[in-house]
């Protein structure tokens, strides 16, 4: 198979492949990432306590023709800009077989967009990864309305066996599934914020000490059906009327990127961070991520 970049997404997807006993191509136009590949896997493998062989299954490629050629599988992991993945995916389409089937890992754009040149269509769809794809179990594989049942099968299985866990959109909708509901949360979070009802750090408190504690073993629908479809039926005619429900973006999130209020890579956004506490809380989530992988794969 080939991975088309070498990134933060596109090593990670090569290391679980080549875990999963694959042969993995990678290339990418930027040679920086070419060049810390192998070290960057192997740095993972270790760190995970993974098989540090597996990194033997992984060729770095300079050329896109050279990576493609004769694979099964191809797997797109650019960065999110709609025109390069277009003009990507022509070009790879010269080089592989009528039968290579083509995905692209992206977080929101429409894969209806991305493959709508292509001249087999009906071989593309997309499979969104989250990161950090060697912790994150999920692999979301979204179909168009081109996309052949036995690509998506295909498709299915291969990330199954590797280790993932698959799930399958049937419809092509910004967002697709998991980042739809993550990015509802966030709208009513910011509006909460936004409006003066808590501030920020209380919102994330909230969450971390109630539902987000049972999200991990008890999803929303989940929740509904043991509390009765009665009871969430009577919640929702009283809280969805008073729930932010705008189309566009929040105001307030508009002022803080205009006044440069970033996030980590500025320092402040809904509250300052300090150098410390940033590499703090991302120890803390690798640890986290780290201890479920354990405990699923002990089960």
């Known amino acids: 198979m080939a991975v088309i970049g070498a990134g933060l997404m596109g090593h990670g997807i090569a290391q679980v492949f080549a875990l999963a006993g694959h042969e993995v191509n990678v290339t990418d136009t930027v040679m920086k990432n070419l060049e810390s590949l192998e070290r960057r896997i192997a740095a993972n493998l270790r760190d995970l306590g993974d098989d540090e062989s597996a990194l033997a299954r992984v060729r770095s490629c300079v050329d896109l023709s050279e990576a493609v050629y004769g694979v099964d599988y191809v797997v797109e992991a650019v960065f999110e800009d709609l025109a390069l993945k277009q003009k990507l995916f022509a070009e790879i389409e010269n080089h592989v077989r009528a039968d290579t089937i083509l995905a692209s890992n992206t977080s929101v754009i429409p894969i209806t ?152 890579k500025s320092g402040e956004g809904f509250r300052k961070w300090s150098q410390e506490e940033q590499s703090a809380l991302r120890a803390k989530l690798m640890a986290h991520l780290k201890a479920a992988r354990d405990r699923e794969k002990s089960q």
């Open 113 to 264: 967009s991305i493959v709508q040149g292509l001249k087999h269509r009906e071989r593309a769809l997309g499979t969104h990864w989250w990161n950090p794809p060697f912790l994150v179990p999920l692999v979301e594989v979204i179909e168009t309305q081109w996309t052949s049942p036995e690509t998506v099968a295909w498709t299915m299985d291969l990330h199954r066996v590797a280790g993932k866990q698959p799930a399958h959109v049937k419809k092509d909708v910004p967002g697709f599934i998991g980042n739809r509901l993550q990015h509802a949360l966030w709208r009513e979070a910011i509006a909460l914020v936004e409006h003066g009802i808590c501030d920020a750090e209380t919102v994330d408190a909230v969450i971390k000490a109630s539902f987000g504690l049972r999200l991990a073993v008890l999803g929303p629908l989940e929740n509904a059906d043991l509390v009765g479809t009665d009871l969430t039926l009577a919640v929702h005619d009283t809280v969805l009327p008073a729930i932010v429900s705008r189309p566009g973006a929040s105001p307030y999130l508009q002022g803080l990127v205009v006044a440069g209020k970033l996030g980590f």
